[in-house]
């Protein structure tokens, strides 16, 4: 067989220097290939990271048994001989940017874990990478060359295969140096609260539109860096994509939940998710607590003891629930939840919005039974036939409350064939308001009151809404070094100035005074969590038939159609009613088949239809997960529902 010319460039050579040209045959495999290079270089190093990147063609030559005549490789080909692992510069979630090795030629997923792994964040398959605004890009590069700009260097941190060892309740590679112990601090403890005069820089999205093009941004897990036209020290940012945080645990998580904690913090500032004045007043108390608590950990010079202490108590909290939970429960319990479904009957109001009429609510007696709820004219006819019986499985469900109102809703969106039908349940008092909105959000997933879970769910509902209330106890010293501008969002500064908002951001910081760091940050989790539109990606698409753009938006458990013009929304479908979904590549169209023969296709306006497609496939995967095989990471079956055809 004939030879011919290859021309490759070393990376190691320099910039400047001119590719190596060996002589080869297209029957020579690619680690002949690289030995041929590693020989002509003359270089005694570690070639052991570097592999043969076909830059034209946009693919890593990884598989080293395979010919140049396989790869379809020929003489007018450019290699570059390159390390796999590059530096990458990351925007965290607290808005602190890191430097780190990434690897370029995997597939991201597979980048992210390796992250993750240094970071020692548990459940990688939850965040992901994605680029940062152009414009604001070139903004941060200019404050960069000011010297505005610090990053943490991790490039230093090489892990083998082995799980890390930790000291302390610290991982082992963050206690070898002052620098990286530091770099620990940053990741586990909350950062202290920026300028007013920064904040404003900052990205914030206005419209639905907007946030859809935040989505636009993902990269594709399925795809290496270096595929995807990431170059090494490129800047990226890091986010949990994925609003199904499975199995948090305090003991091990520190860094995992900071992370999420501060992610949901500048959600809330940016206006990235829509709450009520009174939720806004409890997530700044619960900032300001947390920020104190955080300086007073981080000036703390034995910052490891320190952590040390946590663990311990946390262990000693954990024996006295378990404790508390053997002695808590018998057979006869077990036994009568089991065959005894419970059910709520009350008077309530009830309000069916339509146009052009005013909001009246009339009174009826309910009954919640199973996941139905069925009202009457009144208790004497609850033995006959109800008015109406609405089956809640599938359905939206979201608070209105105004405490200082005396207000109690429930807005309830039930899908009906002609779309969702609108109902809103209005109760007397916070009981029975945390009793029927735990009913009516367990039957929205298919379960009953009987499940294990709607108890603690009407404690946590009524907990929220004593954070929120007044508090009419002793008068609250005024502070006068509270930042309000960055504990609450611009909405509200310009709706109150500071002096208005310091009393009411301490007088709910006294419902939460005496929670623990580890307890705030949670608490702050869990209402960020209960937001109405908390975990919905939105994407603007077009369905199939129709003229207009509307929204889709995309969460753990379903799927909104949004009125682009309103907000309002159209209908709901749930993954559990879903049979299959497919992509048709050539078109960029994405079907989806539903029971009772529902078919739904649209194509997608501001991001790539694969970003969708990922979307749905990783909530589905992120369903599979349990704590039985929680230990390792299903790679191959996450590609599978996430890959589409090119992964496949």
């Given at each position: ?178 620098e990286t112990e530091a770099i620990y601090k940053m990741l586990s403890v909350s950062q202290p609260t920026i300028s007013p005069e920064l904040m404003s ?25 270096m595929q995807q036209g990431v170059q090494e020290n490129d800047r990226l940012v890091l986010r949990f994509k994925y609003y199904s945080f499975f199995d ?250 500071a002096k208005q908002l310091t009393p009411r951001i301490l007088e709910a910081h006294q419902n939460v005074a005496q929670l623990s760091l580890t307890d ?129």
């Amino acid at each position: 067989m004939a030879a011919w010319d290859l021309h490759v460039s070393v990376d190691d050579l320099g910039p400047e220097a001119p590719p190596l040209i060996i002589s080869v045959t297209s029957d020579l495999h690619i680690g002949g290939v690289i030995l041929k290079l590693v020989q002509k270089t003359q270089m005694q190093q570690d070639w052991s990271d570097y592999a043969v990147w076909w830059a034209q063609k946009r693919v890593w030559l990884l598989k080293t048994s395979w010919t140049l005549d396989k790869y379809g490789v020929q003489a007018d080909a450019r290699l570059q001989f390159t390390p796999q692992h590059k530096p990458l510069r990351l925007l965290l979630p607290n808005a602190c940017t890191l430097r780190v090795r990434a690897c370029f030629s995997a597939p991201l997923l597979q980048a992210v874990i390796e992250i993750c792994r240094v970071l020692n964040i548990r459940r990688p398959e939850e965040l992901s990478l994605l680029k940062p605004p152009e414009e604001k890009e070139k903004k941060k590069k200019k404050e960069k060359d000011e010297g505005g700009e610090e990053i943490f260097d991790l490039t230093g941190v090489v892990l083998g295969s082995a799980a890390p060892s930790f000291y302390n309740g610290m991982p082992a590679h963050f206690f070898d140096t002052a620098e990286t112990e530091a770099i620990y601090k940053m990741l586990s403890v909350s950062q202290p609260t920026i300028s007013p005069e920064l904040m404003s820089k900052m990205y914030r999205p206005s419209s639905l539109i907007d946030k859809a093009q935040i989505n636009s941004r993902w990269l594709d897990s399925s795809r290496s860096l270096m595929q995807q036209g990431v170059q090494e020290n490129d800047r990226l940012v890091l986010r949990f994509k994925y609003y199904s945080f499975f199995d948090l645990d305090p003991k091990y998580d520190a860094v995992r939940i900071t992370q999420i904690y501060e992610q949901a913090r500048w959600a809330i500032l940016l206006e990235e998710i829509d709450c009520t004045e009174e939720e806004m007043m409890l997530f700044a108390a619960l900032q300001y607590h947390i920020d104190k608590l955080s300086q007073s950990q981080s000036s703390n010079p034995d910052f490891k003891s320190s952590q040390n202490q946590a663990l311990e108590d946390l262990d000693s909290a954990l024996m006295n629930l378990e404790v508390k939970l053997e002695g808590t429960s018998s057979t006869s319990d077990t036994l009568e939840s089991i065959t005894d479904i419970p059910e709520l009957k009350d008077n309530l109001k009830l309000f069916r919005p339509k146009r052009l009429t005013l909001k009246a609510y009339k009174q009826y007696w309910f009954i919640f039974k199973d996941t139905s709820i069925s009202y009457y004219k009144s208790k004497e006819e609850a033995l006959g036939e109800p008015i109406q019986q609405m089956n809640l499985k599938g359905c939206e469900v979201a608070p209105d409350v105004n405490l200082a109102g005396q207000k109690f809703c429930i807005k309830l969106l039930i899908p009906a064939p002609e779309g969702m039908s609108e109902v809103y349940l209005r109760c007397e008092n916070e009981r029975q308001y945390s009793q029927w909105m735990a009913a009516c959000r367990l039957a929205s997933k298919g379960k009953t009151m009987a499940d294990s879970s709607y108890q603690s769910e009407v404690q946590n509902i009524l907990s929220f809404l004593t954070m929120q209330k007044s508090n009419p106890g002793p008068q609250v010293a005024s502070d006068e070094n509270i930042n309000t501008q960055s504990l609450v969002s611009p909405r509200y500064h310009k709706k109150y100035k500071a002096k208005q908002l310091t009393p009411r951001i301490l007088e709910a910081h006294q419902n939460v005074a005496q929670l623990s760091l580890t307890d705030a940050r949670m608490r702050f989790i869990q209402i960020w969590q209960s937001l109405p539109d908390f975990g919905v990606s939105y994407f603007v698409v077009r369905f199939k038939g129709c003229r207009k753009d509307e929204v889709l938006g995309i969460a753990n458990n379903r799927l909104i159609r949004i009125d682009l013009s309103v907000g309002d929304v159209v209908k709901t479908w749930r993954y559990n009613n879903m049979r299959q979904w497919n992509v048709n590549w050539d078109i960029r169209q994405v079907a989806i088949e539903l029971e009772g023969n529902v078919n739904v296709a649209f194509s997608c306006v501001t991001a790539d239809c694969k970003i969708v497609h990922e979307y749905i496939g990783g909530y589905i995967f992120m369903s599979t997960r349990s704590k039985e095989t929680s230990e390792g990471l299903n790679q191959e079956l996450f590609h599978k529902l996430t890959g589409g055809h090119e992964a496949l």
